[in-house]
């Protein structure tokens, strides 16, 4: 949850708060999403809730094991050359 705060003359310039819970956003799109975000001042703020992301299952991308070679394949080489 995010919550911008006015004070006093903040109050005047609503398009300030509008402009932080902006670049939040953007910033955070990524790993959020935006549930819900007031049009307007509630009061003396603004809030915006996120939830986050689902995470994406990425298969093990693993390379086959290759065995090592025998000991006696090795001997057998080394014989022929």
């Known amino acids: 949850k995010v919550t ?3 004070r006093y003359r903040q109050l005047r310039r ?3 708060g509008q402009e ?3 670049h939040v956003e953007k910033t ?3 790993a959020a999403n935006v549930e819900h975000r007031t049009r307007g001042l509630e009061g003396r703020q603004m809030t915006m809730i996120l939830s986050p ?3 994406k299952k ?3 991308k ?3 094991e290759v065995a090592p070679p025998k000991v006696e394949e090795a001997q057998q080489e ?3 050359s």
């Open 4 to 6: 911008v705060f006015f």
């Open 14 to 16: 609503p398009q300030l």
């Open 20 to 22: 932080i819970l902006d």
């Open 28 to 30: 955070l799109a990524d």
């Open 53 to 55: 992301k689902p995470q």
């Open 58 to 60: 990425e298969k093990e």
């Open 62 to 64: 693993r390379e086959p």
């Open 78 to 80: 080394k014989e022929a």
